[in-house]
Nanobody
């Protein structure tokens, strides 16, 4: 399994950015794709996730109303649309996959067995 995350960059507060995560190596129809982030000096935290099969989602409270997640099954790609970005959103963003066909979409890093390389998002004030 390989995950490639890209799309990070520098954006002003209030701006938008879209991250992509391309997955390969197997079928993902029963899996959950998630995004996590890690700011300098902080632990990695859950942001958002989506189930491939039905599009159901789970969000962290800090991003509700601002971030959305979607997937393109044909391209095996998950997108993270980030709007109204704030300086506190600055972090390295990682995509990850939970291949266990979970009944619930987990927010725990330990539930996700494969990780992408991360892409840096910097939001200036």
């Amino acid at each position: 399994v390989q995950l490639q995350a890209f799309g990070g960059g520098l954006v002003q507060a209030g701006g938008s950015l879209r991250l992509s995560c391309a997955a390969s190596g197997r079928t993902f129809s029963s899996s959950v794709m998630g995004w996590f982030r890690q700011a300098p000096g902080k632990e990695r935290e859950f942001v958002i996730a989506i189930r491939w099969s039905d599009g159901s989602t789970n969000y962290a409270d800090s991003v509700k109303g601002r971030f959305t997640i979607s997937r393109d099954n044909a391209k095996n790609t998950v997108y993270l649309q980030m709007n109204n970005l704030k300086p506190e959103d600055t972090a390295v963003y990682y995509c990850a996959v939970d291949l266990s066909a979970p009944l619930r979409i987990s927010a725990r890093t330990t539930s996700y067995g494969y990780w992408g390389q991360g892409t840096l998002v910097t939001v200036s004030s």
